[in-house]
C-alpha cells in the first residue's frame, strides 16, 4: 500500500524539480551578470550563540551602485574575504535585486527535487 504513495510523491517531487528549473532558465534570461566585491560583513549570532559572517557584496549596474547583503553566510570568519570579487546576477529590469552567480545557487533545488522525485519512485518499485 506504500508503493502507489511512494510513486505520486517521486513524481510530484520530480515534476516540481523539472518546473524549478524551467523557471531558474527563464529567470537567467532576464539577467545580467556583473562583478562584485566584498566590501564587509554582517555578522549576526544565532540562538546558540554561533557568529555567522553574511558578505555585503558592492557591484555597478546601469551606472549605479549596489550593495547586496547575502542570506547565504561565509564559511569560517568573514574579515579575511573582504577585498575579494564574486560574480553576480541581477535582474535587469531592477538591478538592485540580485543572488550571488553560482551553479550551486541556481541549480541545487532543483537538482535535489529530481533525484529525490526519482528516489522516492524507485524505492516505490524495488523496496516495498
Not at 100 to 125: E, M, Q, T
Amino acid at each position: 500500500m506504500l508503493s502507489p504513495v511512494l510513486y505520486i510523491l517521486g513524481i510530484f517531487c520530480a515534476l516540481l524539480g523539472f518546473f524549478i528549473a524551467l523557471r531558474r532558465q527563464r529567470w537567467l534570461g532576464t539577467t545580467a551578470v556583473a562583478t562584485g566585491t566584498i566590501v564587509g560583513v554582517d555578522e549576526r549570532a544565532n540562538a546558540s550563540g554561533t557568529v555567522r559572517a553574511f558578505p555585503i557584496i558592492r557591484y555597478e549596474a546601469d551606472g549605479r551602485t549596489f550593495d547586496y547583503r547575502s542570506p547565504v553566510p561565509l564559511p569560517g570568519p568573514g574579515l579575511d574575504r573582504i577585498g575579494r570579487t564574486v560574480p553576480i546576477r541581477y535582474l535587469q529590469d531592477d538591478p538592485g535585486r540580485a543572488r550571488i552567480d553560482s551553479p550551486l545557487s541556481v541549480w541545487l533545488a532543483p537538482a535535489l527535487f529530481v533525484v529525490l522525485g526519482v528516489g522516492l519512485v524507485l524505492a516505490g518499485r524495488f523496496f516495498v
